[in-house]
């Protein structure tokens, strides 16, 4: 797989691993509301460029402060993970411009 | 040790904090509480905290942070500090001898606990903003 197609992929998956955590963060008070997430690693490896076929999981368990009205999103991890996905998807467009201006370079044959 | 991982020793302090500060608000809440389904006036909630391994997926890079760990609540215990006993006849709850049982909070106390919750609280979102910065540093190496 080439570096383009790649970046590509991670960075159609960082995207909807957004919506997903919006969607927690949004249901933080949903009362039996079950966290969803997805397992990036797993998701790079399968083959296929099609955010359809993506496995999103549920936390049964609640670990804790929202557990009355079993709701399982906790939301300060919520947070950071947005923040980390976030991260990511800057590093992967960084990335990707680095690549493009690779190209660049040698179309304008080095000048 | 990667500065994602500091980002999820961050987030477990955050979420640790948040239920110290729960059993505060409601610790004050309660603190007129005389009458509990087992009985008796409404006692103090404290929250005890243990270290927990935030990486858990088993791999060399996890077993070799072992020693950097994030938090998580061990469980919810019962103050069983005495009960404040003040006289007031004219309430339901009073005794023979016209004393009421009130629960074992100390507002100051709480607080107390409350704003170091709050300071805890911050620290913690600075270590994850910080590890961010640092991280979005990095991207311009190079630049």
């Known amino acids: ?111 | 040790m990667g500065i994602l991982d500091v980002m999820k020793i961050g987030a477990s302090g955050l979420t640790a904090e948040r239920a110290r500060m729960e059993a505060v608000s409601s610790n004050l809440a309660n603190v007129h509480t005389t009458r509990t389904d087992e009985g008796g006036p409404y006692r103090k909630k404290d929250i005890v905290f243990i270290p927990t391994d935030v990486s858990g997926d088993g791999s060399f890079g996890s077993m070799l942070n072992e020693k950097f760990e994030g938090v998580k609540v061990d469980e919810v215990v019962e103050s069983d500090k005495p009960f404040q006993q003040t006289y007031d006849p004219s309430h339901p709850d009073a005794d023979a001898n016209g004393y009421v049982t009130y629960p074992n909070v100390n507002v100051m106390e709480e607080m107390g606990d409350m704003i170091a919750a709050t300071r805890a609280y911050e620290a913690n979102v600075n270590v994850v903003n910080s590890a961010k910065d640092m991280f979005l540093k990095t991207l311009d190496i190079g630049k």
């Open chain 1, 1 to 111: 797989m080439d570096t383009l197609s790649l970046l590509e992929k991670a960075l159609n998956v960082r995207a909807y691993y957004h919506k997903v955590l919006a969607s927690n963060i949004a249901n933080v008070e949903t009362p039996g509301y079950a966290e969803k997430t997805i397992d990036y690693n797993a998701e790079i490896e399968r083959p296929g460029n099609d955010v359809r076929n993506i496995e999103v999981k549920e936390k049964e368990e609640p670990d804790g402060s929202n557990a009355l009205d079993h709701n399982t999103v906790s939301m300060e991890e919520q947070m950071v993970k947005l923040t980390e996905n976030n991260m990511m998807f800057d590093a992967f467009v960084q990335l990707i411009g680095k690549k493009f201006s690779m190209l660049k370079y040698v179309i304008n044959e080095g000048r």
